[in-house]
């Protein structure tokens, strides 16, 4: 499970924080990898500042893909 605060606000820098969550144990998984349309930002747990835009892809407005990896866990 990832969570993302504050809600996203496109076209301002903000500084957001992003957690990654054992869905079954409900904690904080240690060391996840956060990027941001496949540019790493920071781990899971810590502050960032960042800039989101929307961009045209197949005629529709899109907003950026937020991914978070660690060792033996799918990816989100």
Known sequence: MVTISPPVTFGKSVRYIVKALDSALKTEIPGASVSIDKKYVGQSGTW???TFTLRCE???MVGPLITVSSLGYPMA
Do not use: R, W
């Open 48 to 50: 960032f500042f960042y």
């Open 58 to 60: 197949n005629g529709a």
